[in-house]
């Protein structure tokens, strides 16, 4: 009993930290800011840390993904494809919640330039919202492999 | 950078380092702890961080 006592406050400890952290850094994806008073080193500094904390979730689980579902890959192979996958996941993930005059909603032609913005900033929120339920999902595929 | 930064810091970059080179062992659930370690140590930060700028003068 005390055991699973111990587990479930750690856990709760856990979980409630990861939830926070990674709902912080996802709100960070989708926005753009001039530069202003801040340098470029600072602000590229900033990307960098946000890109880094979402990036440990995705490694684990691409890395488990292959190595429970590839039996013949070794362990250094695993962890060095997921490296690159990882990045190119997070990279297209901003660039989605980011669209440019290419990329924005097909919705977009069908309203007036009032309501574009609006259905911009829908695709915006449905692209993080995609982004955080993905991470959030994967604590629970971890526990499963 | 003040020093208790420089060390939050320093404590973030050995447990992520830890939790990235657990994989290459082959001890994930090792890794996955560490990993879990960090988000907590990032979680206190921002509640100390939120705490600093309450502080602060408008």
């Known amino acids: 009993m005390l055991k699973l006592l111990i587990i479930a406050s750690v856990w709760f400890l856990f979980f409630s930290a990861i939830l926070h952290v990674v709902s912080q850094q996802v709100s960070l994806i989708g926005v753009y800011h001039d530069l202003g008073d801040e340098s470029f080193f600072a602000k590229f500094r900033k990307i960098l840390k946000c890109n ?76 993080l919202s995609f982004i955080y339920s993905f991470i959030c999902r994967i604590p629970r595929s971890l526990l499963r492999g | 950078m003040d020093p208790g930064q420089a060390i939050i810091n320093l404590i973030q970059f050995l447990l992520g380092g830890a939790s990235l080179y657990s994989l290459l062992d082959d001890t994930i659930v090792r890794g996955l702890v560490l990993m879990f370690l960090l988000y907590l140590v990032v979680f206190i930060e921002s509640i100390l961080a939120n705490k600093r700028a309450e502080k602060r003068p408008c």
Do not use: W
């Open chain 1, 52 to 127: 880094i904390y979402l990036s440990f979730p995705i490694i684990f689980s691409f890395n488990i993904v292959m190595r429970t579902t590839i039996t013949s890959i070794q362990v250094t192979d695993a962890f060095l494809i997921s490296l690159p996958i990882t990045l190119m996941s997070l990279l297209t993930v901003r660039v989605l919640s980011n669209p440019s005059e290419e990329l924005k909603p097909v919705l977009c032609n069908f309203h007036g330039d009032d309501q574009k913005e609006m259905l911009v900033e829908l695709h915006k929120e449905r692209m």
